[in-house]
């Protein structure tokens, strides 16, 4: 099993930035991909960023240039720095990760944490 523990939300002004941490703890034997998602109320859930293993990237349009995504193996941890923040960034943002335990691969889902940017 694999527990992922999310922090660094909370409440900022428009054009401030928040860091994002997501650390994976248990039994696993690599990890995959870690991605940031985010859900804002009355919206579906949407990706807002991803890494590879191999550190490729990938993020949505609306946060492009905005945010960075970053990972440290040896921590298990996936951070999301975000700049230049908008009130459309208002949501919960949740941490997901693909872990191998031996040849499957499993999905784990943080438990989210709220980012509220005020005007």
């Known amino acids: 099993q694999v527990q992922l523990a999310e922090s660094g939300g909370g409440l900022v002004q428009a054009g401030g930035s928040l860091r994002l941490s997501c650390a994976a703890t248990?039994?696993?034997?690599?990890?995959?991909?870690m991605r940031w998602y985010r859900q804002a109320p009355g919206r579906q859930r949407e990706l807002v960023a991803g890494i590879s293993s191999g550190d490729i990237t990938n993020y949505a349009d609306s946060v492009k240039g905005r945010f960075t995504i970053s990972r440290d193996n040896a921590k298990n941890t996936v951070y999301l720095q975000m700049d230049s923040l908008k009130r459309e960034d208002t949501a919960v943002y949740y941490c997901y990760v693909n872990a191998q335990r031996t040849i499957i691969s499993y999905n784990y889902w943080g438990q989210g944490t709220q980012v509220t940017v005020s005007s």
């Open positions: 248990g039994s696993f034997g690599s990890i995959n991909v």
